[in-house]
């Protein structure tokens, strides 16, 4: 038998249609790249991915990588999933990736359809899934072609190893040609993955708007830039923090925590209090406010903070003098 899950628990969530698809995801949705690995406390995983059911966030977000060790998060979730998710299968979408190096020699990286099949086929049995919900190419590969990445994509999907699929981190003008490559196939991309806070603008020079012309949906990764956009950084490294967990695998390290970053985050705060949020619910909101974001990709290191961001959902809406104030206080 599974968990018993609260049977409010879709009361409160706002669902977001991805782009033109049929498909609704959390506007707040939880990222497992980093508590899931086998390095992580495995009681307060559990609870962390219980909360989160609990409290209507339906996607969960892995990637092949995930971990420390790498694969250890997909291995840790699946055991998770069958031991309080089994019943809800159906009421969940659930993600991976590959794209980024998993395992040695020619075949283990970048984005050959050798390496993506091998690797979704991997991930499954990890998670003791028969399929996953969305399926990512989790960066650009330069050196294959791109008809060959969207083919094993096309195929995967075709052979109901996922539902849907998606492309993580490409420019706009690659995002452009994947999508029409896709919709040649008669797969559609379904969504992109890119980086986005705050700190962290690039999308809106050109990726929102080929999402928005395309009816491609976005599901924004690092809305709080690791943790910086949040009132643990406002008065320099907590011991907590990942930054000093030395981690690796792209988390931020000590010398992400500057000086002049603190010293936004401060500024924002002061924001923040005048909405009646935290640095943290005013950051996912800021993400949110375009329509054509689908959803924030959280990670969250303790239940607590889940708890404290998803408060974002409270006040999503922005003045413009309100947003005016924040890109002066970006751009100082
Ligand atoms: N496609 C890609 O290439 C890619 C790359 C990176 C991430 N992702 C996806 O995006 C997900 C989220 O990435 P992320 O973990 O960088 O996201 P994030 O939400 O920007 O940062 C999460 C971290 O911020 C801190 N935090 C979260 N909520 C907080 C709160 N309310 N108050 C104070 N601190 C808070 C915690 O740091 P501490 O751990 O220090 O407590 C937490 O681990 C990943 O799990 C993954 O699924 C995708």
């Not at 980086?195 to 009816?215: A, C, I, P, Q």
Request: proline residues 4%; neutral net charge; glycine residues 8%.
């Amino acid at each position: 038998m599974s968990y018993s899950f609260k049977e409010n628990r879709y009361d409160k969530m706002q669902y977001r249609r991805t782009g033109k698809s049929g498909l609704l995801l959390p506007a707040v949705s939880l990222g497992l790249w980093h508590n899931f690995g086998d390095i992580d406390n495995q009681q307060r995983a559990r609870e962390i991915l219980r909360l989160a059911f609990d409290e209507g966030i339906t996607h969960f977000d892995l990637a092949n990588n995930y971990g420390p060790p790498g694969g250890s998060a997909e291995e840790n979730f699946g055991r998770i999933f069958k031991q309080d998710f089994s019943d809800h299968r159906d009421e969940l979408i659930i993600s991976s990736k590959a794209g980024w190096g998993m395992w040695p020699g020619p075949y283990g990286d970048h984005g050959s359809k050798k390496y993506l099949v091998a690797s979704l086929d991997q991930s499954l049995k990890r998670m003791g899934l028969e399929y996953v919900d969305i399926f990512y190419h989790h960066r650009p590969d330069p050196d294959t072609p791109l008809e060959e990445t969207m083919r094993a994509l096309d195929l995967i999907v075709r052979q109901g190893k996922a539902l849907y699929v998606g492309i993580s981190s490409y420019s706009a003008t690659e995002s452009k040609a994947a999508i029409d490559l896709l919709r040649s196939m008669g797969t559609p991309c379904l969504i992109h993955q890119p980086k986005y806070s705050m700190f962290e603008r690039w999308v809106e020079n050109g990726l929102l708007d080929v999402l928005k012309n395309e009816g491609v949906g976005c599901i924004c990764f690092s809305p709080l830039a690791q943790g910086l956009l949040s009132n643990k950084y406002l008065k320099g490294i907590p011991e907590d923090s990942r930054a000093l967990s030395h981690r690796g695998n792209g988390a931020m390290d000590e010398t992400a925590v500057t000086p002049d970053k603190i010293n936004k985050a401060v500024q924002l705060n002061e924001i923040a209090k005048k909405r009646g949020q935290n640095l943290a619910q005013l950051a996912l909101a800021w993400v949110l406010r375009h329509e054509i974001v689908t959803s924030v990709l959280i990670g969250v290191s303790k239940p607590e903070q889940l708890t404290d961001s998803i408060k974002c959902l409270d006040n999503l809406s922005f003045a413009d003098s309100e947003l005016k104030e924040i890109d002066k206080i970006l751009q100082g």
